[in-house]
């Protein structure tokens, strides 16, 4: 699974260089093949042709018999020899020993990475021919697609049994390939996609008139025929061409994406009362250097820390992390068990203080800012979001149904979270918290921090947000999740009682 983070891809582009080489070698390897071919060729033409001269004469020469003969066999057997010999064998057999040691897309990788694309689509409102022309919201990042790129984007979502997206890009990839010259894509293999896709989103009519197109450009088409007798049949049982109401149940989700795209803030009276101010904790060390502290939210209490994490401590962290990432996990709500899944897809590895100054440096600075014990904490959790890396709707604490969470480590449950941002995201990526409309984006360097539990230990549900998909850019961020033993002196519980106020 290389989708799931972009550190990951980079590895990729070796192995296409070395897939280039190969490739390269391979054609002067069979140019000069040819080249020999050639000249035997051009041999055997001209004694061909110095015998038509004189026939009787030519053969009457014995060293002209001789070399008839030869030229016929040994020579032949050469030429055969050359022709036979199969050279693509040896560079694939050379290819596949490289192979082990570089980086492999799997087709599950395709496939992810094409179900990424849908998501980023859908959540950003992009259009299909945009993002054909590789532009992201008016700025253009990448090369245009052919109707070819196109119809195997339809042919993931096929396989994923989405027609929503079979049809928008199968109808793009028809629509690139009129003005395509040489044509990367067989118009009928488009078409019976689109036909197919067509008739399960409900629009049978139409489906029978690309089916049409279809057994006009193959007339002999067995599925094609077959499904035309269908659809005509089908058209006549409910005497109706309308395509059905389909439910794409998305309702739920439209504000989640719209917070996504930076469209919903919070009312003005909620935006006035936020602060901005220089926090010291009482804390000694940091009166000459306090805390950049920003109120994002009041209950909860969201804060965003500035520079609370220097470039080389990033650079560190990323170091340490990129060659143990492993695809994150979620817990199974009724097992306890970790496992993967679809809604949350990024890379992540976990860091001890002991590994790194820089570690430790950066888990005390936590403590600095929360006033909140470490001791119980989780180790530092850095995560890589690859295209389309999201992490939907959650809360980081467990709920009370959740009887296996968090068991194993015996620190209680996840009283607050600092999020750090170890990168800026070109588009996309911002953190959003689905119920208080607001949305955090990456800035390089901070860090969110807010409390998951009310005092009385109770999860607070206004808590509960998620990380967009990256639409331009990669996404690292890094979180400490702090626990509630140890706390008791430091977050005083009882019902309802706000969280500590910070010392200005
Ligand atoms: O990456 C983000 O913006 C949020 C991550 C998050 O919520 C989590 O890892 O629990
Ligand atoms: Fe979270």
């Known amino acids: 699974e290389l989708y799931t983070a972009l550190a990951e891809l980079e590895g990729l582009l070796h192995t296409e260089h070395a897939l280039i080489t190969t490739i390269e070698n391979y054609i002067s390897a069979q140019e000069q093949k040819m080249l020999l071919l050639r000249k035997y060729v051009e041999a055997y033409m001209e004694q061909y042709e110095k015998a038509s001269e004189d026939v009787q004469a030519y053969v009457e020469n014995p060293i002209n018999a001789y070399l008839l003969v030869k030229r016929l066999t040994t020579d032949w057997k050469l030429v055969q020899n050359l022709i036979t010999r199969n050279t693509g064998e040896e560079f694939i057999a050379d290819f596949d020993e490289l192979k082990s040691s570089l980086k492999f897309p799997s087709d599950e990788d395709l496939n992810g990475a094409a179900v990424a694309l849908t998501r980023l689509q859908d959540t950003y409102q992009l259009d299909t021919s945009s993002l054909a022309k590789g532009e992201i919201n008016g700025v253009k990042y990448a090369t245009e697609l052919t109707a070819a790129d196109c119809f195997e984007l339809g042919r993931q979502s096929y396989t994923n049994n989405d027609h929503y997206h079979t049809q928008l890009w199968m109808m793009e990839a028809d629509e690139r390939l009129k003005r395509e010259v040489n044509q990367s894509v067989e118009r009928s293999e488009i078409l019976e996609y689109l036909a197919f896709s067509t008739f399960k989103l409900g629009d049978v009519g139409l489906a029978l008139d690309l089916t049409n197109k279809l057994l006009e450009l193959i007339p002999t088409h067995e599925r094609a025929r077959g499904n035309k007798v ?228 109770d999860g607070d549900k206004h808590t509960r947000h998620a990380a967009c998909p990256v639409l331009a850019g990669s996404k690292w961020v890094s979180n400490k999740w702090i626990h509630e033993d140890g706390q008791q002196f430091r977050r005083p519980c009882g019902l309802e009682r706000p969280p500590p106020e910070y010392t200005a």
């Open 230 to 457: 269908y659809y005509e049949d089908e058209i006549a049982k409910t005497n109706s061409v309308q395509p059905k109401n389909i439910s794409w149940n998305r309702q739920a989700r439209m504000s989640y994406e719209a917070l996504c795209r930076g469209e919903i803030s919070p009312s003005d009276t909620i935006a006035a009362k936020l602060k901005c101010r220089y926090v010291n904790n009482g804390n000694p060390f940091l009166m000459i250097a306090p805390f950049k502290v920003e109120e994002a939210y009041l209950n909860p209490h969201i804060l965003i820390f500035h520079d609370v994490m220097a470039d080389d401590e990033i650079a560190t962290i990323k170091a340490l992390a990129q060659p143990r990432f492993q695809r994150a996990t979620v817990q199974n709500f009724m097992t306890g068990a970790l496992e993967t899944a679809q809604y949350r897809i990024s890379k992540s590895a976990w860091l001890k203080e002991i590994e790194h100054k820089h570690v430790a440096d950066v888990v005390q600075r936590v403590e600095d800012m929360t006033g909140l014990t470490m001791e119980t904490a989780e180790e530092l959790q850095v995560v890589n979001y690859g295209i389309g890396g999201h992490y939907e709707p959650h809360y980081d604490f467990a709920r009370k149904e959740e009887a296996n969470a968090f068991k194993s480590l015996g620190t209680g449950n996840r009283i607050a979270t600092v999020l750090f941002y170890m990168s800026d995201v070109a588009q996309g990526g911002a953190t959003v918290f689905p119920y208080l409309d607001i949305a955090l984006w990456p800035k390089k360097g901070a860090a969110a921090f807010w409390y998951n539990l009310h005092s009385s230990g």
